[in-house]
């Protein structure tokens, strides 16, 4: 089943069922909190809150994401994207856990004919609170599925609040059965790793108003919200890659078309096995997802810069060049891929085309800037690891590493990659703080340019939801991870 399928079958599930379709929000987050867009709620902040009154009391979207926390595990899981689709459903104040739960479960197992997904319910698992004894209850009753199937987790995993005094609850997480070539029996619970029991969809409960909130696992149950919300959000790339029989997500319809021309051009072979083919097989999906992952955010008014959300965008469309280049691929190669992911995605998003001469010629350039340094920054980092390696101290400094930043244009990740490979260490704390160094300059200069204030409750209660920010998370937020 193509991906443009499951997503209209989606939206049109939860259509039939009273909900509003509402169209994906821009990847620039439109909570002035948070850089870009990480999950299909974002937009409905407002009235999940209650801080505004819900125009409608049942919602359907499938929202582009991005996660660039998750960058360091594209190509490695067989689930992370740092661009993916969530679709989602979201009920204020109307329906709640049976609903969400009987909404679900008729879409995940209903049969293909009837519009639905047609999982074998035999391989579905759920994880839902410790002692969420009515949901664990619900999806007995609704689902039929056995107790054994239905697994308790903590706050950790299975909780969502905003941090703030205000609504809170449970949540409950739907996972597929892969098999047991993937790993031990035992259900989610146990496999830590996400290979056998991929996590679908995850759904939201808001039932409680909380106070003394200290910590994500810290907090206080006032009572009961007199209006209760659903908030859920099941991952479109991974449905599609269960769906079509491919074995993870950089192999879906949408993905692997860049993936498979990435691959011609460096005259390498996808799934070869051997000596270094591992390490190829994750470069050329590493390439396939930033490729699109640059697509989807140029194509929403982001280009590459040195802050926020264009240093992030830089990033992405600098990594995949390199990796082409260690694949062999000494040639710009985005003019031979950008096309390959635009016809992969117009159909979900035809803007992509109608904009893609705008598109492209800013991608392209970012290429052509990047390709001018590449070969004299990797000079420097080999000269730099040479005299590392000769002082006996196997690491590079943090000025190393952001003078090949700020002078060659090489994101940190890349720098710690090509580290990587050369079995060196770079100080990244240091790296970290001569960033920071220079982000306080600009802000500095930017204030004195501009007043404005940024909505730091909003920001805490996203912090709070997604967990503490680190350096690479400056533009999004960790989120739960398990
Ligand atoms: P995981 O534990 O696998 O990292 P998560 O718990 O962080 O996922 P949620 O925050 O619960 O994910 O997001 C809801 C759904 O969105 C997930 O159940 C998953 O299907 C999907 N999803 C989350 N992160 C990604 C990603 N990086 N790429 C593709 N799909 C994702
Ligand atoms: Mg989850
Ligand atoms: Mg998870
Ligand atoms: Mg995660």
Request: hydrophobic share 35%.
């Amino acid at each position: 089943m193509q991906t443009a399928e499951i997503r209209r079958r989606f939206l049109e599930h939860f259509a039939s069922r009273g909900h509003t379709v509402v169209p994906s929000a821009s990847l620039v987050s439109p909570d002035p909190s948070l850089l870009f867009t990480v999950a299909g709620m974002v937009p409905f902040i407002p009235y999940l809150t209650g801080r505004e009154p819900a125009p409608y009391p049942r919602a359907t979207s499938v929202q582009k994401c991005v996660r660039t926390l998750d960058i360091e595990e594209v190509g490695k899981t067989t689930r992370h994207g740092t661009f993916f689709q969530m679709n989602g459903n979201f009920s204020f104040g109307d329906y709640f856990k049976e609903g969400a739960i009987q909404h679900a479960w008729e879409l995940v197992t209903g049969s293909v004919d009837d519009g639905g997904l047609g999982f074998d319910p035999e391989k579905i698992w759920v994880t839902v609170y410790l002692d969420d004894d009515e949901a664990a209850e619900a999806w007995h009753r609704i689902a039929g599925l056995p107790v054994e199937r239905i697994q308790r987790l903590g706050k950790k995993d299975n909780y969502w609040h905003t941090g703030q005094p205000g609504p809170g609850g449970p949540c409950s997480e739907i996972y597929y059965d892969r098999g047991p070539q993937f790993g031990p029996d035992g259900g989610p619970l146990v496999d830590t790793a996400g290979d056998r029991f991929l996590e679908i969809w995850n759904l939201v409960f808001m039932q409680y108003e909380l106070t003394d909130v200290r910590s994500k696992e810290d907090f206080r149950i006032v009572g009961e919200l007199p209006k209760k919300n659903i908030d859920t959000g099941m991952g479109l790339e991974r449905v599609a890659y269960l769906l079509q029989g491919v074995d993870n997500l950089y192999e879906i319809d949408e993905v692997a078309p860049v993936l498979h021309r990435a691959a011609e051009i460096a005259g390498v072979r996808y799934g070869a096995g051997g000596p270094g083919g591992h390490e190829t097989d994750v470069r050329l999906r590493v390439v396939a997802d930033h490729v699109r992952s640059g697509l989807m955010l140029i194509g929403d008014g982001v280009t590459p810069g040195n802050e926020g959300r264009g240093y992030i965008l830089r990033r992405l469309l600098r990594r995949a060049v390199r990796s082409m280049k260690l694949l062999g691929v000494d040639e710009a190669t985005l003019p031979a891929l950008l096309p390959v992911s635009r016809d992969a995605m117009k159909a979900s998003y035809p803007e992509l085309e109608t904009d893609f001469a705008r598109i492209s010629s800013v991608a392209y350039a970012e290429e052509e800037a990047f390709r001018r340094t590449l070969t004299s920054g990797t000079a420097l980092f080999d000269t730099a690891v040479r005299e590392a390696r000769a002082a006996g101290t196997p690491s590079l400094s943090g000025e190393q590493a952001f003078s090949l930043h700020d002078t060659y244009g090489f994101p940190i990740d890349v720098t710690l990659e090509m580290a990587a490979e050369q079995g060196v260490t770079v100080d990244e704390d240091g790296f970290r703080a001569l960033m920071q160094q220079q982000r306080d300059r600009a802000r500095a200069d930017a204030r004195a340019k501009k007043t404005g204030s940024v909505d730091a409750l909003a920001y805490r209660r996203l912090l709070a939801d997604h967990g503490p920010t680190d350096w690479r998370a400056y533009d999004t937020l960790r989120t739960d991870s398990r």
